[in-house]
């Protein structure tokens, strides 16, 4: 397993953590050209993936979008929509025609919350940039979907106070890993996780 961060001490924690069952690659996709310098260090290892799971976002300031920067908007949509896209150009080369490309997106994209209009903006987007990547991409080989997060994903570190309602984030995991290994009772190309209940189990309208 390959796992990919702009953080080479993160990372070098996740190889310890895993007993070095992870090959670390120390990259960005927050452009074409370091998202194909960090797929090419990637082939290195690894030419031809069976899999590409992507989770990149950048947290906001809370905001009223009719009083935000137009400024801070486009930042925004930079990095929690475009590098999704860069990264999806990057990374889709290298699957094999039975691999799966997933994106990890939350669960805003219907839903209204106080000063966080940019980030359900950009969760409707993503949506549907995976939906024509999907289309794009169709009989090209490998299958293309996003997983949105409807919950709040809880921390191993803060499991003593968690909600038992709330996933966990080895049960995101495991619910990645079905798909992957049953991709037939996950058509996409829109996914979504809204409970424990759900994780592993097949994929119903949304």
């Known amino acids: 397993m390959i796992a990919v ?12 953590e895993c007993e070095g069952e992870v090959i670390p690659v120390a990259g960005s ?10 797929a090419k260090a990637v082939a290195g290892h690894q030419p031809v993936l069976d899999a590409v799971i992507t989770s990149v ?19 925004l949509f930079r990095h929690n929509v475009m590098s999704h896209l860069i990264a999806a150009k990057a990374f889709l080369p290298l699957l094999a025609p039975t691999g799966h490309y997933i994106g990890l997106g939350g669960g805003m994209a219907d839903v209204m919350v106080e000063r966080k209009g940019g980030v359900s903006m950009c969760q ?19 299958t293309v979907k996003e997983l949105m997060l409807y919950s709040l994903i809880v921390d191993p570190a803060d499991e003593a106070n ?42 119903r309208d949304i």
């Open 162 to 203: 968690a909600d038992p309602r709330q996933v966990r984030a080895d049960e995101v995991g495991d619910h990645i890993m079905a798909i992957v290994n049953q991709p037939d009772i996950f058509p996409g190309p829109i996914l979504a996780l809204k409970s424990r209940k759900q994780v592993g189990q097949p994929q």
């Open 5 to 16: 961060a702009r953080d080479p001490e993160r990372l070098s924690a996740l190889v310890g």
């Open 29 to 38: 996709v927050g452009d074409d050209a370091s998202a194909l310098a960090l």
């Open 57 to 75: 976002n950048a947290p906001p300031e809370l905001a009223h979008v009719m009083t935000q920067p137009i400024e801070d908007l486009v930042e």
């Open 124 to 142: 409707a987007a993503l949506r549907n940039l995976f939906r024509h990547i999907a289309l794009e991409n169709a009989g090209r080989g490998p």
